[in-house]
């Protein structure tokens, strides 16, 4: 009777680590590409925060700066008057007698209209203005209506990508803006476009959880319908399509509604 000759505990132990040892490896490489491309995410994101945040930095510099300027220069305004009106106490004294006088009062006058004309342009750029966006009116920073038209300049070219993350960080940025309703509106859009129908959907409803009677409520409830059919929900597009025609009934939203409603019952 022959004898079957098993190997030891230490001799599996071998094997299994230099299996162990061939399957690392050959799957060396792509962890390391893995690993390798994280690092370089990282990184990136690590520069693009560096680069905002030095960008941010840099503009609030510009802007004291600017603001320092529009002080002297309302000095220099106020300079300029208290000239001008001494100017024309000396005119009253000589008038006829001295044109060299009426010259130099038009030239002033003409230095004043530049500066006023210099001032009230760089106020416009630093201060607060009113806006008005989807027949809505408010106050807003200028830096808000760059932003804010930079990110639907994006949209209107098709980058829907893009425009999300533009729309994203401009509600990010500026949480009590009035250009938010609209704002959410558009990032819902672009999400759309991009097939992110459950993002879309949540932005939709933050619209109108935040201003219901908002000129784009009614488009806000549709999309959301869209979004529901485009993510094989039926009945719950049902649903939202009845509640627009009940909330918005006027509204061409409305109407659209009730020929989608036709198509799904």
Not at 63 to 87: F, H, V, W
Not at 212 to 231: F, G, K, M, T, Y
Request: proline share 4%.
């Amino acid at each position: 009777m022959s004898t079957i000759h098993l190997p030891g505990l230490a001799g599996l132990r071998r094997g299994t680590a230099a299996l162990a040892a061939a399957l690392l490896l050959g799957a060396s490489p792509m962890a390391s590409a893995a690993l390798f491309e994280d690092d370089e995410a990282r990184r990136a994101i690590l520069e693009l925060r560096q680069r905002s945040e030095a960008q941010r930095v840099a503009a609030e510099r510009v802007a004291e700066e600017q603001r320092q300027e529009i002080t002297q220069l309302r000095r220099s305004l106020l300079e300029l008057q208290t000239q001008i009106e001494s100017l024309r106490g000396e005119i009253a004294r000589l008038y006829g007698q001295n044109e060299q006088v009426l010259r130099d009062v038009a030239d002033v006058q003409r230095r004043q209209k530049d500066i006023v004309q210099g001032v009230e342009e760089r106020l416009r750029k630093v201060e607060p203005a009113k806006v008005s966006v989807d027949g809505r009116e408010f106050i807003a920073d200028p830096t808000e209506s760059r932003d804010f038209e930079a990110a639907l300049a994006i949209f209107r070219k098709g980058e829907f990508a893009a425009a999300q993350a533009a729309f994203a960080d401009f509600i990010k940025r500026f949480p009590q803006s009035g250009f938010r309703p609209t704002a959410l509106f558009w990032l819902g859009n672009a999400q759309y476009a991009n097939r992110d129908y459950r993002g879309a959907i949540t932005n939709f409803r933050a619209l109108l959880a935040a201003s219901p009677d908002h000129p784009r409520a009614p488009e806000a409830v549709l999309s959301i319908a869209n979004c529901q059919i485009e993510l094989k929900d039926n009945a719950g597009a049902r649903r939202t399509l009845d509640e627009l025609v009940r909330a918005y009934p006027q509204s061409e939203a409305a109407v659209a509604a009730k020929e989608r409603l036709v198509r799904l019952r």
